[in-house]
């Protein structure tokens, strides 16, 4: 069982760049595989990125690839999103998510693959 905490959001203008960091409980943070999701109000929750649980692999949308960039730091028990360039149609709440596996190589993209996730940051971007 793991305990997730987002934070970092707020409100950045276009072309800004903000660090969301996943704080994660418990002394098995590395058995866990790990991704990022956002929703925005009257849409569907949509995955942003993956990375695996010993941070040698990482996957991330269409949408946000080349500006937002995952990782991790089991030493820290912490899982970052860094965002870059970004844009009004970004806004949203995002979710850190965590998954317990035993494949070290493994991504995962579908949100009914993981079975822990924090309340949210809301991330603002304005024109």
């Known amino acids: 069982q793991v305990q997730l905490v987002e934070s970092g959001g707020g409100l950045v203008q276009a072309g800004g760049s903000l660090r969301l960091s996943c704080a994660a409980s418990?002394?098995?943070?590395?058995?866990?595989?790990m991704g990022w999701f956002r929703q925005a109000p009257g849409k569907e929750r949509e995955f942003v990125a993956a990375i695996t649980k010993s941070g040698g692999g990482t996957s991330s949308a269409r949408s946000v690839k080349g500006r937002f960039t995952i990782s991790r730091d089991n030493a820290k028990n912490t899982v970052y999103l860094q965002m870059n360039m970004l844009k009004p149609e970004d806004t949203a709440v995002y979710y850190c998510?965590?998954?317990?596996?035993?494949?070290?190589?493994?991504?995962?993209?579908?949100?009914?693959?993981?079975?822990?996730w924090g309340q949210g940051t809301q991330v603002t971007v304005s024109s």
């Open positions: 998510a965590a998954v317990e596996t035993s494949y070290s190589a493994r991504v995962y993209y579908g949100q009914q693959d993981y079975y822990y």
């Open positions: 418990g002394r098995t943070f590395s058995n866990y595989a």
